[in-house]
């Protein structure tokens, strides 16, 4: 069975900082990784997601994720975090496609991003 | 598209009554999920649908739940009855699993139990 952590339950950035929000992941087979985001009283929003190719993933809001297949990771950044940041994000895997059941994505708990003014 | 829509947004019932969350996947789309989420335990599967059809409910908590897919625009998840240790945020997603990968999420319904 697949899983994911994300080692942090809360990250704080000053605003105009770069930001990492990590997550680890544990898969058969080559992962397809997602990141999403949660505004307050909202439901998840689509960041990015890898699925095959070029290691470094391209988002929405200016994110990016670096997939690492050594170091099973696949963290989130941003090189300059913008107060408007500031939300819940989730990583996710699934395996690849194995059968009518591949395509649930098991969660992260979730990181709790802080951009202080 | 309206993406997914889930009614009603907000629900407070007393234990013991029976409650129905709904939800309406993006047209075309041919796989529906229902999570729950807690402060607890996080984002958890309840169900999900190919289809239509039930594919695996492993996370659904115990008998009281229950999902149904009539059709490919509507799907329920009832609670009957309810409990206070159901409160939480009910989100439904749906994804076309031949082109995308990444479900597309409603805004939930936060349902409280007195």
């Known amino acids: 069975a697949q899983s994911v952590a994300q080692p942090e339950d809360q990250v704080n950035v000053a605003e105009g900082n770069p930001l990492t929000v990590k997550c680890t992941y544990s898969?058969?087979?080559?992962?397809?990784l997602f990141w999403y985001v949660q505004y307050p009283n909202r439901g998840l929003q689509f960041l990015l997601k890898?699925?095959?190719?070029?290691?470094l993933v391209k988002g929405s809001y200016g994110f990016e994720a670096e997939f690492n297949k050594s170091q099973t990771s696949f963290h989130l950044k941003k090189p300059s975090a913008l107060v408007s940041d500031s939300a819940l994000y989730f990583c996710?895997?699934?395996?690849?496609?194995?059968?009518?059941?591949?395509?649930?994505?098991?969660f992260g708990k979730g990181t709790k991003l802080s951009v202080i003014p | 598209d309206a993406g997914v829509i889930q009614s009603p947004r907000h629900e407070v019932t007393e234990m013991g009554q029976e409650v129905t969350l709904r939800c309406k996947p993006i047209?075309?789309?041919?796989?529906l999920f229902w999570y729950r989420q807690t402060m607890m335990r996080g984002l958890e599967l309840l169900i999900y649908?190919?289809?239509?059809?039930?594919?695996?409910d492993s996370g659904m908590p115990e008998d009281r739940f229950s999902a149904k897919m009539p059709n490919a625009s509507f799907s329920t998840l009832k609670i009957q009855p309810s409990e206070p240790r159901d409160s939480a945020v009910y989100f439904c997603?749906?994804?076309?699993?031949?082109?995308?990968?990444?479900?597309?999420f409603g805004p939930g319904t936060r349902l409280t139990v007195l």
């Open positions: 898969v058969s087979g080559n992962p397809y």
């Open positions: 047209s075309g789309h041919n796989s």
């Open positions: 649908f190919n289809n239509n059809v039930p594919i695996d």
């Open positions: 997603a749906s994804i076309f699993r031949q082109s995308g990968n990444e479900q597309f």
């Open positions: 996710a895997v699934r395996p690849p496609y194995s059968g009518a059941g591949s395509y649930q994505l098991t």
């Open positions: 890898y699925i095959t190719g070029d290691n």
